[in-house]
Antibody, heavy 121, light 110 residues
Framework: QVQLQESGPGLVKPSQTLSLTCTVS??????????WSWIRHHPGKGLEWIGY???????SYNPSLKSRVTISADTSKNQFSLKLSSVTAADAAVYYC?????????????WGQGTLVTVSS | QSVLTQPPSASGTPGQRVTISCSGS????????VSWYQQLPGTAPKLLLY???QRPSGVPDRFSGSKSGTSASLAISGLRSEDEADYYC???????????FGGGTKLTVL
């Protein structure tokens, strides 16, 4: 059973960089047709895809966030990370990491429990 | 404003059948597969349907999906109190080169 777990600061100051890490267990970051993703959920709003990374290092980002987002992976630790720069109050949300199966049907099959990030000075 | 459009709310009584719609365009639902997610209060989203109408192992056959043109639907039959949750649709969008989600539908079991 694949499990994902987000970790990182729950409080970030405005204009600073949000950094989160997702640790994958029960499966390898390097296996199969999976893209390792970050998704966020603003309170009272819908889900927003942030981007994903393939184990080879190739990435794809939401165009609306692309200028501020970097997703990287460390296959030796079976972890992938999110960095979102120049955060504002609009970036406060619950952040999820998830596995995206792109083998044909395209769907998120495993999700982390989510971590709440607050933006405040 | 979400790229995929869902009704903000839906409701039904136990045992009823309810449907939730998800409207998109030719660049997303019209061309790519739709997946659906259930988010119970205080928990992470859970995959409910993929490939428009495929159920992962463990998802009851009370949940079914369909797609026609640029719209998709989730149907829940034999509604139960534990189905009360938020439901989201998603698809890849070729024009945006992004995964896009619906705004979510809050299902209330009366």
């Amino acid at each position: 059973q694949v499990q994902l777990q987000e970790s990182g600061p729950g409080l970030v100051k405005p204009s600073q960089t949000l950094s989160l890490t997702c640790t994958v267990s029960g499966g390898s970051l390097s296996s199969g047709t999976y893209y390792w993703s970050w998704i966020r959920h603003h309170p009272g709003k819908g889900l927003e895809w942030i981007g994903y990374i393939y184990y080879s290092g190739s990435t794809s980002y939401n165009p609306s966030l692309k200028s501020r987002v970097t997703i990287s992976a460390d296959t030796s630790k079976n972890q992938f990370s999110l960095k979102l720069s120049s955060v504002t109050a609009a970036d406060a949300a619950v952040y999820y990491c998830a596995r995206y199966d792109y083998s044909g049907n395209s769907f998120f099959d495993y999700w982390g429990q989510g971590t709440l990030v607050t933006v405040s000075s | 404003q979400s790229v995929l459009t869902q009704p903000p709310s839906a409701s039904g009584t136990p045992g009823q059948r309810v449907t939730i719609s998800c409207s998109g365009s030719s660049s997303n639902i019209g061309t790519n597969y739709v997946s659906w997610y259930q988010q119970l209060p205080g928990t992470a989203p859970k995959l409910l349907l993929y490939g428009n109408n495929q159920r992962p192992s463990g998802v009851p056959d009370r949940f079914s999906g369909s797609k026609s043109g640029t719209s998709a639907s989730l149907a829940i039959s034999g509604l139960r109190s534990e189905d009360e949750a938020d439901y989201y649709c998603a698809a890849w969008d070729d024009s945006l080169s992004s995964v896009v989600f619906g705004g979510g539908t809050k299902l209330t079991v009366l």
